[in-house]
């Protein structure tokens, strides 16, 4: 990829010189190309430290005095991405929203760690297939192939600095980058062996398979919000939690899927004794309230009895209400509840509700993105299918985290009937009334009245 130099003020150019300015003034910038937002907004951790506005170039400037250094993210919604900031850094990015991450290049003070993690950021996602073909090989065989990775990456960072001015802090982000990823993968192990062998009882795992948990820092603020460490910690508590219960507890009746509540006791009392960062203990926290009441679709005692378990423990009150907003949205999607009073826009710009859409039909809503383009072909493929087979019902795409230009046309390349493809540009409201925890979910309903408000679209057609 070619990085082309951008002009934004004098101040700023010092980004392209890769030196760091004497002040403790941090300037971030940069281009991008086909914006699908006017704005990009600058965050560290989850506090908002300021936005800047494009310009008629779709260019954009900040300028930070006295930062907290160390891992930052910016939003061009519905996109984001990690930026890693030193006091004293100028530093410009590149991007083409088409392609966001894969076009994202940073040039100047600290490019190298920044461009180091979204390499490695995109060799996961390439990875994430090698690996799951790896979850069928013996647990020593697998650890074997994991750790070899790890070594190649671990290589290939030590190659990338040479001769680079790298701050202690900004190299252990960019490991660990690579350790959680690897480590990740053999907290995924047991599940994904047993369920791609068929196998019915999970494998004795020799000490060293773990041997990294010895050196694990539950506490590291730094990293509190970083995905890789973030991912690892919910895989990590869920696997503990797991093994714990199938020696100690009566597996055979706790373990079921339609006894989430005893598990998920198990992984808030865990995530209680080891971890003392607020922040991260908050994230967890909400995590496991998310995957308990995501799983079970109910609003049941059980369901009672855990929220207020879940809110004895976190002290984050924008969760709590947030987890009391996921419990009020699944309960309005129970079978003989009226559609949510939601309103989309059409091709046409007007706002339409899903009543409207929904009146005098058997419909099903499923749901779709741009950014991935697998699911969204398999979908439109599937769709087209079942809709022969059901000529007595109306099929319904709404379009999620996707610009609007964007979405027109992928409509038009893909002569999709514009009469039955809706958009928003509220993607968070879209997503907490109608509980869209992934692409597949579809909602089913007859006339107004929901029918299935958690069916699959591959599944129950």
């Known amino acids: 990829m070619r990085l082309l130099l951008l002009i934004l003020s004098g101040s700023v150019f010092l980004a392209c010189t890769g030196k ?23 965050y560290k951790n989850d506090v908002i430290l300021d936005s800047a506005k494009l310009d008629q170039n779709n260019r954009f400037a900040f300028s930070l005095k006295n930062i907290d250094e160390g891992l930052h993210h910016f939003d061009h919604l519905p996109e984001q991405q990690y930026v890693y900031l030193e006091r ?33 950021f995109l060799n996961y996602e390439d990875e994430e297939r090698l690996v799951y073909a790896y979850y069928q090989l ?28 790298l701050s202690e802090e900004a190299y252990s982000m960019a490991k660990a980058t690579i350790d959680y990823n690897s480590f990740l993968y053999k907290e995924k192990y047991p599940f994904y062996h047993r369920k791609k062998t068929n196998e ?16 694990l820092d539950f506490n590291n603020l730094d990293l509190a919000y970083f995905k890789p460490y973030y991912d690892f910690m919910i895989h990590h508590f869920g696997n503990i939690s797991y093994m714990n219960c199938v020696e100690n507890c009566n597996s055979s009746k706790y373990l079921s899927k339609k006894n989430q509540l005893h598990l998920n006791r198990h992984k808030m009392t865990l995530i209680d004794s080891l971890v003392d960062v607020k922040e991260l203990r908050d994230n967890l926290f909400r995590n496991v309230a998310m995957d308990y009441l995501l799983k079970v679709h109910e609003t049941n005692e059980d369901c009672h009895a855990f929220i207020q378990e879940f809110e004895s423990l976190s002290e984050n009150d924008i969760h709590k209400e947030e987890i009391r907003g996921l419990y009020h949205s699944i309960n309005n999607l129970q079978a003989d509840k009226e559609l949510p009073d939601l309103k989309l826009e059409d091709i046409d710009g007007n706002m339409i509700s899903l009543k409207e859409m929904s ?16 699911h969204f072909k398999n979908v439109l493929r599937h769709i087209d299918k079942i809709s022969k087979k059901h000529p007595d019902f109306k099929f319904v795409g709404i379009n ?3 610009g609007r230009k964007q979405w027109e046309n ?36 007859e006339d107004t009245v929901i029918v299935d408000g958690f069916a699959n679209v591959f599944k129950s057609f």
């Not at 910038?29 to 704005?39: A, H, M």
């Not at 647990?139 to 290589?155: T, Y």
């Not at 019915?200 to 050196?215: E, V």
Request: with cysteine; net charge negative; proline share 1%.
């Open 410 to 445: 992928l409509i038009r390349e893909n002569k999709l009937d514009t009469t039955n493809q809706y958009w928003s540009d509220n993607f968070n409201t879209v997503q907490a009334m109608l509980v869209i925890d992934n692409l597949n979910k579809c909602i089913i309903s």
């Open 138 to 165: 013996s647990p020593e065989d697998f650890s074997s192939k994991i750790d070899s990775l790890r070594g190649q990456k671990l290589a290939e960072l030590e190659e990338f600095i040479v001769g680079e001015d």
């Open 400 to 402: 999620l985290r996707t």
């Open 88 to 120: 004293g850094d100028s530093i410009l990015i590149r991007l083409n929203t088409m392609a966001f991450d894969e076009s994202l290049v940073f040039s100047g003070s600290n490019e190298e760690v920044n461009n180091f993690m979204i390499e490695m």
């Open 20 to 42: 760091k300015a004497s002040s403790d003034t941090v300037y971030f910038g940069g281009e991008i190309v086909n914006p699908s937002s006017d704005y990009v907004v600058l």
């Open 359 to 374: 009146k005098s039909n058997n419909t099903l809503f499923y749901f779709w993105t741009a950014s991935q383009k697998r």
């Open 200 to 215: 019915n009882t999970f494998h004795q795992l020799k000490g060293d398979f773990y041997g990294y948990r010895k050196n």
